[in-house]
């Protein structure tokens, strides 16, 4: 039998790989009236033989972990699209892919519908060591609303 192989798609995820720390800004929003600043920082390998990343978030507020994540990042051949598993402390674990996703140049963008609405994640690599991240949120789908802006350096 032959054994299936990473192939481009499996390794353009792998720019996610490393240790990056940034500044994020959060909007207000319901849940966060007033908003605010926070630093974040991500840990993130290559697994699993170069098929997925696995990233672990952590943002700190104040100087205290105020939200934290896991990731599995990874490419579906039969669909044409990258996945995204994300579990973290507010929602737990999802029982099918948080988000699928598509690359357009250096922008890796991922788009979600939960029970509270749509979820647009992108990651614009702005070089091999600066990213922009944000998530923006939708009710419908169309309309979409800022709700984090962060600027992240690897380290």
């Known amino acids: 039998m032959?054994?299936?192989?990473?192939?481009?798609?499996?390794?353009?995820?792998?720019?996610?790989?490393?240790?990056?720390?940034?500044?994020?800004?959060?909007?207000?929003?319901p849940w966060d009236p007033?908003?605010?600043?926070?630093?974040?920082?991500?840990?993130?390998?290559?697994a699993f033989d170069g098929f997925c990343v696995i990233m672990d978030y952590v943002?700190?507020?104040?100087?205290?972990?105020?939200?934290?994540?896991?990731g599995v990042f990874g490419w579906d051949d039969k669909a044409g699209k990258y996945t995204m598993y994300w579990f973290d402390s507010m929602s737990g674990a999802p029982l099918m892919p948080a988000s699928e996703g598509t690359?357009?140049?250096?922008?890796?963008?991922?788009?979600?519908?939960g029970d509270q609405g749509?979820?647009?994640?992108?990651?614009?690599?702005?070089?091999?060591?600066?990213?922009?991240?944000?998530?923006?949120?939708?009710?419908?789908?169309?309309?979409w609303k800022m709700f984090l802006e962060g600027e992240f350096v690897r380290q």
């Open 59 to 70: 943002q700190k507020r104040g100087g205290q972990v105020s939200y934290s994540g896991h």
């Open 2 to 29: 032959h054994m299936p192989k990473p192939n481009k798609s499996h390794e353009k995820l792998h720019i996610l790989a490393g240790k990056w720390i940034g500044k994020e800004k959060i909007h207000p929003t």
């Open 34 to 46: 007033a908003g605010g600043e926070a630093i974040a920082q991500t840990d993130a390998v290559v």
């Open 118 to 143: 749509w979820g647009r994640y992108s990651y614009r690599f702005n070089s091999e060591t600066q990213l922009k991240f944000t998530i923006e949120t939708s009710q419908d789908g169309q309309a």
């Open 103 to 113: 690359w357009v140049g250096n922008l890796l963008v991922y788009i979600s519908k």
